[in-house]
């Protein structure tokens, strides 16, 4: 109870502060983002303070409600400055996430009613150990053919620049999708690896090896995905909360700050990667002068603050469409998106004119209808769960989905609860906890593509290395 009491008593106070020192917030349509932080705040605040565990996935999920809902849209009030053409920004601003907060209170009641619980219950049934020779030898093969997937897609794209790299990619998903087995290879050597070292596991006691460990899947992560993976802003988020939550359900129980500081440390990163997309191999070596990295950030729009509202957060996209369905200049599309995502695996070879989901819709809506087609710079701007929910039916389909989407959160997290702790836990609760949350971050065509192409790879995994409980083996893992 103190938490409900508690959390909205900090949002109200730190909002106060806030409009002391940005008198900008001082405006009633700035009153939607502080409701939408009381909303979020209870379950937010015992995840922080410990109540909840790091990999609780109702915690999790909170703290991505609150950075999407409530301090993206803080920092784009108070910036106020968008690359999408839109006008009486803070206004359409506060009446976007007013129409959001119906489908937050549906996504509360959908946490708090029983069939997630049951859900969850049922899942965890099963136990599963790893085998460390099925998964060593798996593991190699899943590597090798990531890295000829990888090899072959940076031949296909070199000498792309940023506005048309995403034309350049397109037909190369399945090249794309078979890449990724190498990081699931590289991530399943490691589970092996701890598990032979460390066959009884007491995450009680302190294990002298835990913290160099920790620091060198640490470096090797950053370093796999900005030398040799491209060092997609997406990928570096994906792979260090994977490895992260190895570490924590095998070896050694990781604090907030040590999944907090790597991430704000790959912001410079990500953002370096950034300008080379926009300027070419050049940005490398120009990201270390001060004035040229200020020049590149504002020709380029890869600021820290637009990568903050962009990456972290999709209130822009939110705002224009509500902006231009609201007006008349752009229709729902009626299930279109949900329709063409639902048919991305079918090959270009076979369906050339295969319809291309939310990228075309988000085109048109922005440069006019038809411009999908007609322009090799295709947007890459994603709508996330609640834009194409609104961009599709309006927002009364909002509240469906949110609902449904508080059922998944709450049987995820029960599962996670109840599965005994065991190293096939340890490499799939990670994925499994990142594939819920991507529900909310992606557009459909890239959950049906990315996230169930990535689950048949790991499902794969679970079947082969992963053999059911037998005998008194699970008391040696």
């Known amino acids: 109870m103190k938490y409900k009491i508690l959390g909205p008593l900090i949002v109200l106070v730190a909002s106060m502060v806030l409009m002391v020192f940005e008198t900008s917030t001082c405006d009633i349509w700035f009153l939607p983002v502080i409701f939408t932080g009381i909303i979020i705040s209870p379950t937010l605040l015992e995840w922080l303070t410990g109540k909840r565990e790091l990999f609780d996935v109702e915690g999790l999920a909170s703290a991505m409600l609150f950075q999407f809902m409530v301090v993206a849209p803080a920092v784009a009030f108070i910036n106020d400055r968008y690359s999408l053409p839109m006008f009486d920004t803070r206004v359409l601003l506060g009446k976007t996430v007013a129409m959001c907060l119906p489908g937050l209170i549906a996504f509360q009641i959908g946490r708090k009613i029983g069939l997630g619980e ?8 099963s136990i599963r150990v790893l085998d460390i020779s099925k998964a060593r030898t798996f593991s190699m093969i899943l590597i090798s053919l990531g890295l000829i997937a990888h090899i072959f897609y940076l031949l296909k794209i070199r000498g792309a620049t940023w506005g048309t790299r995403f034309s350049a990619s397109t037909g190369l998903g399945y090249i794309v999708t078979i890449e990724t087995l190498m990081y699931i290879g590289v991530l399943l050597v490691a589970v092996s690896s701890i598990q032979k070292y460390y066959n009884k596991i007491n995450l009680d006691e302190d294990n002298s090896m835990a913290k160099p460990i920790f620091v060198l899947l640490i470096v090797f992560t950053v370093i796999m995905e ?29 604090k907030l700050i040590y999944l907090i500081v790597p991430l704000i440390l790959s912001a410079p990163l990500m953002q370096m990667y950034f300008m080379y997309k926009s300027f070419g191999s050049s940005a490398w070596r120009d990201y270390f002068d001060p004035a040229m990295r200020t020049r590149m950030a504002a020709a380029s729009g890869g600021t820290l603050v637009n990568m903050f509202i962009g990456d972290l957060g999709r209130i822009g996209v939110w705002m224009f469409a509500n902006q231009e369905i609201s007006s008349g200049r752009f229709q729902h599309t009626w299930g279109k998106t949900y ?10 070879f076979i369906w050339p004119n295969r319809p291309h989901g939310m990228a075309e819709v988000v085109t048109d809506m922005v440069k006019g209808k038809g411009a999908y087609e007609s322009t090799r710079e295709k947007t890459a701007r994603v709508a996330g769960l609640i834009g194409e929910a609104y961009i599709n039916f309006g927002w009364p389909f909002v509240i469906v989905v949110m609902f449904l989407y508080g059922i998944i959160i709450k049987a995820s ?3 996670v609860q109840n599965l005994p702790n065991t190293s096939a836990k340890a490499f799939l609760v990670p994925f499994a906890i990142l594939m819920v949350l991507y529900l909310f971050v992606w557009d459909w065509v890239w959950i049906v593509f990315k996230v169930f192409s990535m689950a048949i790879a790991v499902y794969a995994v679970y079947r082969i290395t992963m053999p059911k409980y037998q005998n008194e083996l699970y008391d040696n893992y």
């Open 118 to 125: 049951r859900i969850g219950i049922k899942a965890a049934s």
């Open 226 to 254: 900005q030398v040799l993976f491209r060092g997609s802003r997406g990928r570096i988020v994906m792979w260090v909360f994977w490895m992260m939550g190895i570490i924590h359900f095998s070896l050694k129980r990781v």
């Open 339 to 348: 329709v063409e995502g639902s048919v991305v695996f079918i090959p270009r």
């Open 413 to 415: 997290s029960v599962w």
